[in-house]
């Protein structure tokens, strides 16, 4: 049995376990997925030009962020594997896509199609690494697993100082990104084009791990989560399963890291420590273990908190000396007690605390109907 | 189907809706987004507003979260005596916790949100490297970068990024020399943080020592907090001398786990390592161990009551910096606040950002340190050399000249000119 | 030769502080089937209560013992405080409880004592003697050999001989046939909490003077080896955990002697493959650990 299994509430489990019976919908998924895509793109587009550049910047951090924590909770929470190694796999997409672009630069190749081709990279070597790392995987459990990726978290960051012929140590490696195409106007801003970029990749990511979630494969991922002899005698091949959501979740983490290096222009192994593994699972399970949409809460989250409560410590006046204190550790305070209220409070998460709130108010609002 | 039809109608309204509202976004931008002349970002006549980042929090904020805390104490201190040419500088200090993420964003929320004038003193190689290209974009003036990395030297690639410290090359040269000139024959050896650091410090080393010269080279990893592996090997070897490019958490554990082993070299230590206060007080009782100790600086030592800079600074760090403890980092904080102010009087009462970077790349800058700050037209490198120090009696004093030194192949040349005296009332004079 | 046998020595001194750490993990995996990623930051706060007392009354001995007084009290104030809230239907729950008490602790500890690193005292000389002229053990490195037989010998025998152990064991295996007995459940969790962060604080006061110091991330990287430590020996085991310490201290002090320290966390990782491969749950795991 799976140290995750009950990971998500059962009322979730009940809905979205296997064995729907014909949904008058199901044919209509993909377009449906589709519709929302395309609305939530325009609404992307929109924002792109109603919030200043630092905000676009912000904004294109999260997408990047979301790629990763998408693909950990349908990980972590569809699949029942505990992954604390993560962010070494964004750090090899980050990296990936540094070494692709710095060749391409190096061989005189520019254009902006170069970059889908190292994004593409970054993508299928995380996919190999993620393989490697999936078969392991697939034989621990729980903690043992958690070991694990936790040692990958650790090892992938000083790999680079290891092989610094490579990776340049720990100063990292710039990356090399075209600057908006002069169609879009002289002064068109950068950090606009960054957000189209990083908008239109997580976008692409979500749309198909929706999809896979719905699939066939969803549903074999949540089977061997909630019991896998079960699965098994279902004709489930529980370890082929399991590789295969560390790989699908891998690709999505590998994206999300090559899509930092491209926003932050360079990469760097102190971006991609442990720290960053354990803030992508805190935002997960604090986004709503599970869900995709609790992944987008998780994303917003990772980069909205700390920027609040430095505002908030902002506001206060303070002496020299407790400024000095204070300073920067205020804000991991609040951090830290938000993170352990949240889960008291509501252990679903903040998309779990959203849906009970719109089940209760659709309720009253059907019972005043009737 | 009915849903279906329901979410594509409803989608296809908020598509049209959204579509309108960017195209008049669109046309509003592209009218209004020009520069407006006279109209320099942070600056206004009443204030100039400067960022930085710097580790405040995490295992790298040890010693180096008091830096900025001192260069915005003799801002305050500079304000409180009528600020710059009528304008009070007002420094915002962002936390990145030495983590290249977060680095980019406080940078960009300092630059693209604050309307920062200029970035100041941005702590650390990985985290200021990132940033680079991003300030240069931005015409965003980046100045007096605090780590020695040699990347901070590169006019044509980034002319708006100036260096601080001497870099770690010249450093090692001026260290070396004097190994070779005081202590020949004997058995010389290395242990350097396994990055730029260490790199360039070596680097330094062997230009004067040759690469035969140093017998035995180890580097550490900060996440390997035990050095026992590495000193057990200069003591296999039977190293007299051990010249440590190390931060200063790194220092001490080197210096106590050798005497752990029962190994006593000569220590010669790189300035970012060998702050006595610091040191002394992560051995604590085990501080005698430094006795001896040969490190470089190049700003006037703490402990140095005599010296005029070192009065000055501890007045205002007793006024504006709540007396905060007074060490290397605080003298270090305040220098960097003295010469900033000395660039902006310099670029003159019209503040652009042209016109900073134009007046640092005169150069000409005298201040409260001991070697000439390299600043030219192609040279954005900072202090161009170094003093010894020698800790004798528990009291971390310099003697002898002062060098300096380039990081190519010139000659270790002593440096003669006598250090200014700060102004009477400590602010920096229009020049 | 003697550079073999002094990289055993230095690295057996620090892998019974692992295996230390390691067992306070284990007490709470068996107790709670909660993974503590709080228990470094406990450790420290406790550390630096000692480093108070310490100071304030000149005392190293009166700061140890307080230390491990203030690691019992914090072990039953976060079970009592916190953990017993929290949602246990998802593993992960507490992991992030905890998390979050690390993000509020180290936060805490940098406000009130700053982010230097501050001198640890050692009761006893770090000098090494010398045997046959090479450096052996030091009377510290005796020390913390001691301190951590006397607290698993001591643990072993709560656990195996006293009454209060039997109900805690009972407690952990079977908590609604134990409350039916009669048993405190909740009171027995709250005891291995304590005991575990009690067991962690003495831990941390033995290996932060061997360190860059005290500091609010002073036990950062030592949970990470002996979270790993756990790990390879398996965590319901507290022989496993023993085991464990000692070998990832030796193969750290092997990898970075002879190959390099920038080696070592790719060591640690090969060598809990290698270990979790052959026996994914650990090597001291019971042969059925799977229920299949």
Same mark, same amino acid.
């Given at each position: ?370 | ?431 | =030769? ?165 109900? =805690? ?18 009171? =027995? ?29 002073? =036990? ?73």
């Amino acid at each position: 049995m799976s140290a995750t299994s009950a990971a998500t509430p059962p009322q979730q489990r009940a809905t979205g376990g296997a064995g729907r019976p014909a949904d008058p919908r199901r044919g209509s998924t993909l377009l449906r997925h589709l519709a929302v895509a395309a609305v939530a793109g325009l609404l992307l587009l929109g924002l792109s030009y109603a919030v200043e550049p630092f905000r676009n910047f912000q904004i294109a951090t999260v997408a990047a962020y979301l790629c990763a924590t998408a693909g950990l909770t349908v990980l972590t929470g569809l699949n029942g594997q505990l992954s604390l190694g993560h962010g070494a796999l964004m750090a090899t997409g980050a990296y990936t896509v540094a070494l692709c672009q710095n060749a391409f630069y190096d061989r005189g190749a520019t254009g902006g199609l170069l970059l889908l081709v190292s994004l593409a990279a970054a993508v299928v070597v995380t996919v190999a690494v993620g393989a490697v790392v999936g078969v392991a995987a697939a034989r621990l459990r729980g903690p043992y697993l958690a070991g694990v990726t936790l040692a990958v978290a650790v090892v992938v960051p000083a790999l680079t100082v290891t092989f610094n012929g490579v990776f340049n140590g720990e100063q990292g490696l710039s990356v090399p990104v075209e600057p908006p195409p002069l169609a879009l106007g002289a002064y068109f801003p950068y950090e606009r084009w960054q957000l189209w970029i990083a908008g239109a990749a997580t976008l692409l990511t979500l749309l198909l791990l929706a999809n896979l979630v719905r699939s066939r494969y969803g549903r074999t991922f949540r089977a061997v989560r909630d019991d896998e002899v079960a699965a098994r005698l279902a004709g489930i091949h529980v370890a082929r399963t399991q590789v295969l959501a560390f790989v699908v979740s891998a690709a999505t983490a590998g994206l999300g890291g090559a899509l930092l290096a491209v926003l932050a222009q360079s990469v760097s192994p102190g971006a991609f420590g442990l720290t960053l593994s354990l803030f992508l699972l805190m935002a997960v399970v604090i986004g709503g273990l599970g869900r995709l949409a609790g992944a987008v809460w998780g994303a917003v989250l990772l980069v909205a908190l700390p920027d609040l409560s430095h505002s908030v410590t902002d506001q206060l006046t303070l002496s020299a000396a407790a400024a000095q204190r204070l300073e920067g550790n205020l804000p991991l305070a609040i951090f830290g007690i938000t993170l352990v209220v949240v889960m008291l409070v509501a252990p679903g998460g903040v998309q779990g605390l959203l849906s009970r709130l719109g089940r209760a108010l659709l309720a009253r609002w059907r019972a005043r109907r009737s | 189907m009915f849903p279906m039809h329901r979410t594509a109608r409803r989608g296809l309204v908020i598509a049209s809706t959204i579509a309108l509202l960017i195209a008049t976004a669109a046309c509003g931008d592209d009218g209004g987004s020009g520069p407006s002349r006279g109209n320099v970002p942070g600056v206004t006549d009443t204030e100039i507003l400067v960022g930085t980042h710097m580790p405040l929090t995490g295992p790298a904020a040890a010693g180096y979260s008091k830096i900025a805390p001192a260069t915005k104490a003799y801002f305050d201190y500079v304000n409180a005596n009528g600020g710059v040419h009528g304008r009070k500088i007002n420094y915002r200090i962002m936390d990145d916790g030495y983590n290249p993420a977060n680095t980019q964003q406080v940078v960009r929320q300092l630059v693209l949100q604050d309307k920062v004038f200029a970035i100041l003193n941005g702590l650390g190689t990985p985290t200021h490297t990132g940033v680079l290209d991003f300030l240069k974009t931005n015409r965003v003036p980046d100045l007096f970068v605090a780590s020695g990395s040699r990347s901070w030297d590169q006019p044509d690639k980034y002319p708006g990024t100036f260096g601080f410290n001497p870099d770690y090359t010249v450093e090692g040269k001026i260290l070396a020399q004097h190994v070779k000139t005081t202590m020949p024959g004997r058995k010389v050896c290395f242990l350097g943080q396994d990055d730029d650091f260490g790199r360039d410090s070596l680097a330094g080393v062997e230009k004067i020592l040759g690469a035969a010269g140093v017998a035995v080279k180890q580097t550490y990893v900060t996440s390997n907090t035990n050095v026992a592996p590495q000193i057990g090997a200069f003591k296999a070897a039977g190293c007299q001398v051990v010249v440590l490019a190390t931060v200063p958490g790194f220092t001490a554990l080197s210096i106590g786990t050798a005497a752990r082993l029962g190994f006593k070299p000569q220590w010669v230590v790189s300035n970012v390592g060998a702050d006595h206060p610091t040191l002394a007080k992560q051995l604590g009782e085990a501080a005698p161990l430094l006795e001896g100790m040969i490190g470089g600086n190049y700003l006037p030592m703490q402990n140095d009551a005599a010296n005029p800079w070192i009065q000055l600074f501890t007045r205002i760090n007793k006024e504006h910096n709540g007396n905060a403890e007074f060490d290397g980092n605080t003298v270090y904080g305040m220098s960097v606040g003295y010469l900033f102010v000395q660039a902006l009087l310099a670029a003159g009462k019209d503040l652009t950002r042209e016109g900073v970077l134009e007046a640092v790349g005169k150069g000409g800058f005298q201040g409260p340190g001991l070697v000439p700050l390299r600043f030219s037209a192609d040279d954005h490198s900072g202090y161009g050399g170094e003093r010894l120090t020698r800790v004798s009696g528990g009291v971390q004093s310099y003697f002898g000249p002062a060098y300096e030194t380039d990081e190519a192949d010139g000659a270790v040349n002593e440096y003669t000119a006598t250090p200014v005296q700060p102004p009477a009332n400590g602010v920096p004079t229009g020049s | =030769m003697d550079r073999f046998v002094f990289l055993t020595l230095d690295g057996l001194s620090r892998g019974a502080v692992y295996a230390a750490f390691a067992l306070a993990l284990v007490l709470i995996w068996r107790a709670a089937r909660v993974v503590n990623f709080a228990q470094g930051a406990m450790a420290v706060a406790a550390a630096y209560v000692a480093y108070s007392v310490a100071s304030a009354t000149g005392s190293y001995w009166l700061g140890f013992v307080v230390a491990l007084v203030a690691g019992l009290a914090l072990g039953a104030l976060v079970d009592r405080a916190v953990m017993r809230y929290v949602d246990h239907a998802s593993p992960l729950n507490p992991v992030i409880v905890a998390l979050g008490l690390v993000l509020l602790i180290q936060a805490v500890l940098g406000m009130v004592y700053g982010s230097e690193f501050r001198p640890a005292e050692v009761p006893f000389s770090r000098g090494a003697f010398t045997v046959g002229g090479f450096a052996v053990l030091s009377p510290y490195d005796l020390f913390v050999f001691g301190a951590v037989a006397v607290v698993v010998c001591a643990l072993a025998w709560i656990f195996a001989r006293t009454a209060i152990g039997l109900r =805690m064991r009972a407690a952990a295996f079977a908590p609604e046939v134990s409350r039916l007995l009669g048993v405190n459940v909740g009171g =027995m969790l709250t005891l291995g909490w304590a005991l575990a962060s009690g067991v962690g604080a003495l831990a941390a006061m033995l290996v932060i003077p061997t360190e860059l110091g005290l500091h609010p991330h002073a =036990m950062d990287l030592v949970f990470v080896s002996s979270f790993t430590a756990a790990v390879v020996g398996g965590l319901d085991s507290p022989p496993g955990a023993l085991v464990g310490g000692l070998v990832v201290g030796l193969v750290l002090s092997y990898v970075s002697g002879y190959a390099g320290s920038d080696l070592t966390p790719l060591a640690v990782l090969v060598l809990l493959l290698a270990v979790l491969l052959v026996r994914p749950g650990g090597l001291f795991a019971p042969v059925a650990a799977r229920r299949v």
